[in-house]
């Protein structure tokens, strides 16, 4: 019976900064002599503290790790994760994720992920990213050619990990490694789970292709059909029937109050993730990370899947647009629904319920709400799902950009 996972996440920020006027960028130069040791091991402790109540609510938990930014404070998830797999019990523990374009050595990622699988006794979920453009200069890596390096690494892990026999030697364009043999080997066989991060329908084709986890981060009703369309699409190419319900996953920001003064109050709160993303041209738009129309698009103002643009609009319009749901139980529950039938359905929700200044206390809050109230309706939504019967009605939800049937949801926000 299909299902609809949610998994809590947060990108442990360290939002205690100067004035925005008083730095040019967020990421990649943003002196570190603003971010208090003391302070900050409050703030992983806090956000490990979350993930582990998470884990007793019956969450699943998502970690992620970015690089010489104040926005995400985690230069290594599968350290924190390493910590995770050992505190919680029942939680699958999603990674998304390693940047392999990044890392040199993909053997290291596979033997990093192995070990947190068995440690974790099989609850690894293991994703890879190319990595957001401002982080080429953090990695001294030139961005290049990125998204060729991450499936050829990923060929490499996935052989790492399901090679028993010995040790074998491989030769690609990027990598080369001899003596691959890796202690110890996954406890999930063949391999744990392996999800990819897409941000257009064309870059969904490998992804289907090995029939992975396509996960989407705040595409909005604008961009998500074409992107969960183009991987069903390719999935029934590849595998010859329709693509399981969760192998699709949406990322969005979710915050539920006991009443719409506390929703927006909250919600807000969580608005810090994207109107704090300060970063100039050259950082979110270096020269070979995008091809060059899609690279002239960004030099235009359009917002592409990594490059900070049209980050800074007000609540009411993100949660038009689908990347932030708010409100109370109901309300949240009907915005989710109307965004899941929209977009064909998925089976993750990817909840992203802390940002900024977003205290722990309120934080529990929302997400007990959300586990209560919001969860079960979400599941039994998603048990109910047929692919034929999704499709059909969706012939009469015509394509929009801001998708009016969330408009009576949002309309609590002044």
């Not at 401002?134 to 990990?161: T, V």
């Not at 364009?173 to 391999?191: A, D, G, L, T």
């Not at 030099?299 to 009411?316: F, I, M, N």
Request: hydrophobic content about 35%; aromatic content about 10%; glycine content about 6%.
């Amino acid at each position: 019976m299909p299902d609809l996972k949610t998994w809590f996440f947060t990108e442990d920020c360290y939002p205690d900064l100067p004035p925005q006027e008083t730095y040019e960028s967020i990421r990649v130069d943003l002196p570190n002599k603003y971010c208090e040791p003391e302070n900050a091991s409050r703030l992983y402790n806090q956000y490990l503290d979350l993930w582990c109540a998470a884990d007793e609510m019956g969450l699943e938990i998502m970690i992620n790790e970015h690089h010489q930014t104040a926005t995400c404070m985690v230069p290594a998830a599968p350290i924190m994760l390493g910590i995770l797999a050992r505190q919680t019990k029942n939680a699958r523990l999603l990674i998304l994720g390693n940047p392999l374009p990044n890392r040199n050595q993909p053997v290291r990622v596979a033997e990093e992920m192995a070990l947190i699988d068995v440690i974790s006794k099989g609850r690894l979920e293991c994703g890879f990213v190319r990595s957001v453009p401002y982080e080429a200069a953090a990695a001294n890596i030139l961005p290049y050619k990125g998204s060729e390096r991450l499936w050829e690494a990923h060929d490499l892990i996935m052989k790492a990990w399901t090679t028993h026999d010995g040790p074998f030697s491989f030769e690609g364009k990027w990598y080369h490694h001899r003596q691959v043999n890796i202690w110890p080997r996954p406890f999930q066989q063949p391999h744990p789970p392996v999800w990819i991060t897409t941000g257009s329908g064309a870059s969904t084709e490998p992804v289907a292709k090995n029939a992975h986890v396509a996960a989407v981060f705040l595409a909005g009703y604008s961009r998500v059909r074409p992107i969960f369309d183009a991987y069903r699409k390719n999935y029934r190419k590849f595998h010859g029937k329709h693509a399981p319900l969760d192998r699709l996953a949406y990322c969005g920001l979710i915050y539920v109050g006991d009443n719409e003064r506390n929703a927006e109050a909250g919600a807000n709160q969580l608005m810090w993730y994207m109107q704090a993303n300060k970063v100039p041209e050259h950082w979110k738009n270096p020269p070979g990370y995008h091809p060059p129309p899609i690279s002239a698009n960004v030099l235009r103002g359009a917002h592409v899947s990594g490059s900070g643009a049209a980050y800074s609009t007000e609540l009411k319009e993100h949660m038009r647009r689908g990347n932030v749901f708010a409100g109370t139980p109901d309300q949240v529950f009907e915005q989710i629904k109307a965004f899941w039938e929209y977009s064909g359905g998925f089976g993750h929700m990817l909840m992203m319920g802390q940002a900024g200044h977003l205290s722990e206390k309120n934080t529990l809050r929302s997400m007990n709400l959300f586990n209560d109230e919001v969860y079960p309706r979400l599941r039994e939504l998603a048990a109910a799902w047929d692919p034929e019967e999704v499709m059909e009605k969706r012939k009469t939800m015509p394509d929009q950009d801001h998708a009016d049937i969330n408009n009576l949801a949002v309309d609590f926000v002044r």
